[in-house]
C-alpha cells in the first residue's frame, strides 16, 4: 500500500478463502503510476505476482553489483549491533529488539529479488483483462458475500462503500490466497543494511519494530512479501502505524489474522482518511465528441458533470453523468480507447496506489462486483506498450524535433505528453498526446 512515504511497491497476501469456488487468480498490484500510455511497467518479481502497475526505478539498469554470498556475514552483524543502538535511542525496548532479531539472518534471496526486478511492460487493456476477468469478478462476489455482515459494517462506520474495499482486497491478494511468508524484520533489515533505498527500508524496519512493541503481533507472525507489505491488503509498516484499526475490538490490530476484519476495516480506513467522498464514484466511462480538444483532457483541467455534457462529454447511454462532483477527463489509451470523467475518489485510491492503471483497475473491479457491465469502450489492441528503454528515445527524439520533453527519465507525464499532442498537431494527426509506438516509429524516420 502507498504511504505517506516515498513511493514503495505495495504488497499484498491473504489467507484462502473456502467459499471461492473457483482457484484465485493470483493478485494484482501495481506501483508508481505508469505512463498515460496506457503502459504498464511491471516488475517481474513483484510481490505475490500482484495486480499491481509498478513503475521501474530509474537507476535499476545501472545495479549490477550480486548479493552478498554468506547469509549469516560479519558486516551485517556489525549492521544489526549499530542499528540496535539507534533503535534504543528511537525508544524501542533491548528486550523488543533482541527478540525481533532472533534467528535474523542476511537474505541473499530478498535482495536477488530486489536487484533483478527485470522490467517488461503489459497494456493497459491487458491489465483490466486480468484485474476485472470473469473469475476475479465472481471471486468478488463471492467473497462479498462471505464477508458481507462486517463489509456492510465497516461501509457504515467509514463511508467507503465496500465493493471499492473488496476490489482492493481482490487485486492485493486475489480475496486472501497470497500474505507473503517472508519473515518481515529478515527481509526488511536485509533490505536496509544492503538494499538500493537504505535509508527507506530502515525507517520501515524501525516502524516494524514499534508494531511489535505495541504487541498487536508477534516476530513469529510478522510475515509478508520480500519488500516488508504485510496483511490482506498488504500495509507497509509506516501505513500500519498510520492506518490500520482494531475492529474485531480485540485489542490488536491483527491484518495476518485469518479473520480478514482488521485488515480490511484498516483499508477503509486508510481510504477515508485520504478524503474519500461517500456516494461518488471514483469515474464513469463516457463518450467523447467528435472534434473534441483533446488539449482538455488533463487531471488540472476539471468541470462539473453538466458542463461537460454541454460540450458533448456524456455517459455511454448518452446522458449527462449526474452531478457527483467536480470532474476531469481520462483518455489512458488515447482517442482510439476508452475514455473516463473521473471524480475525487480517483484521486484517493491513487493514495493507496499511485498507478492509474491499478487504480482503474480497483475502480472497475469495484463497479463489476456491484453487478455493473464490463467496459464498453475500445482498446487500440493492435498497439503493444513501449519498453522503458523505449520511452526514454520518444522523449529523445521529441527533443531533438523541437518539442521539448525537459527530461529524459523513461516516465510518460505531463510535459511528455504535451510534446507528443505538439508534435501531433505539427503532422496533421489527432492531438490526444498518446505516446504510442506509431509516434515513436514516425520519429524514426
Known amino acids: 500500500m502507498r504511504p505517506l512515504l516515498p513511493a514503495l511497491v505495495l504488497t499484498v497476501g491473504l489467507a484462502p478463502l473456502a467459499a471461492l469456488a473457483n482457484p484465485p487468480q493470483s493478485s494484482l498490484r501495481p506501483t508508481l503510476r505508469p505512463s498515460p500510455v496506457a503502459t504498464i511497467a511491471t516488475k517481474a518479481s513483484a510481490t505475490f505476482d500482484s495486480q499491481r502497475p509498478v513503475l521501474r526505478p530509474e537507476t535499476l539498469e545501472a545495479i549490477t553489483l550480486a548479493p552478498e554470498p554468506a547469509a549469516g556475514n560479519l558486516g551485517f552483524q556489525r549492521w544489526i549491533r549499530s542499528f540496535r543502538g539507534r533503535a534504543v535511542q528511537r525508544g524501542i525496548s533491548p528486550t523488543v529488539f533482541d527478540r525481533a532479531f532472533q534467528g535474523v539472518k542476511y537474505n541473499a534471496d530478498v535482495i536477488q529479488k530486489d536487484r533483478n526486478q527485470s522490467e517488461f511492460t503489459k497494456t493497459l487493456w491487458d491489465y483490466l483483462d486480468s484485474a476485472a476477468s470473469d473469475t476475479r469478478v465472481k471471486n468478488g462476489k463471492a467473497a462479498l458475500r462471505k464477508h458481507d455482515r462486517v463489509l456492510s459494517q465497516i461501509e457504515r462506520k467509514y463511508g467507503v462503500d465496500k465493493e471499492v474495499v473488496t476490489a482492493v482486497w481482490g487485486l492485493e491478494s486475489a480475496y486472501g490466497t497470497y500474505r507473503g511468508d517472508t519473515p518481515v524484520i529478515e527481509a526488511l533489515a536485509t533490505l536496509a543494511y544492503d538494499g ?142 476508452a475514455a473516463f470523467m473521473i471524480f475525487k475518489n480517483f484521486a484517493v485510491i491513487e493514495r493507496y496506489n499511485t498507478a492509474d492503471a491499478y487504480v482503474i483497475g480497483v475502480g472497475h473491479l469495484s463497479d463489476r462486483i456491484k453487478g455493473k457491465g464490463k467496459i464498453k469502450g475500445d482498446w487500440p489492441r493492435g498497439d ?24 529524459v527519465d523513461g516516465k510518460i507525464g505531463p510535459l511528455t505528453i504535451d510534446a507528443v499532442r505538439r508534435y501531433q498537431r505539427s503532422i496533421g494527426m489527432e492531438p490526444d498526446g498518446y505516446a504510442s509506438l506509431a509516434i515513436l516509429q514516425r520519429l524514426r524516420g
Do not use: C
Open 384 to 407: 503493444r506498450a513501449l519498453t522503458f528503454n523505449e520511452r526514454k528515445e520518444l522523449q529523445r527524439r521529441l527533443t531533438k524535433a523541437g518539442f521539448d520533453t525537459k527530461k
Open 196 to 337: 538500493r533505498r537504505g535509508r527507506f527500508f530502515e525507517q520501515q524496519l524501525m516502524a516494524a519494530l514499534k508494531i511489535l512493541q505495541s504487541g498487536d503481533t508477534t516476530p513469529r507472525n510478522m510475515k509478508g512479501s520480500w519488500a516488508g507489505a504485510m496483511g490482506h491488503t498488504q500495509f507497509i509498516p509506516t501505513s500500519y502505524l498510520a492506518f490500520a484499526v482494531d475492529f474485531t475490538g480485540d485489542g490488536k490490530r491483527d491484518i495476518w489474522s485469518e479473520n480478514p476484519a482488521d485488515a480490511l476495516a484498516s483499508t477503509a480506513a486508510y481510504l477515508a482518511k485520504s478524503g474519500w467522498v461517500k456516494g461518488q464514484p471514483w469515474g464513469v466511462e463516457v463518450k467523447i465528441p467528435r472534434g473534441f480538444d483533446y488539449s482538455l483532457s488533463n487531471r488540472k483541467i476539471t468541470k462539473m458533470p453538466r458542463d461537460w455534457a454541454r460540450m458533448g462529454v456524456v455517459g455511454m447511454d448518452g446522458r449527462a453523468v449526474p452531478n457527483y462532483g467536480s470532474a476531469s477527463v481520462l483518455l489512458p489509451a488515447g482517442a482510439r480507447g
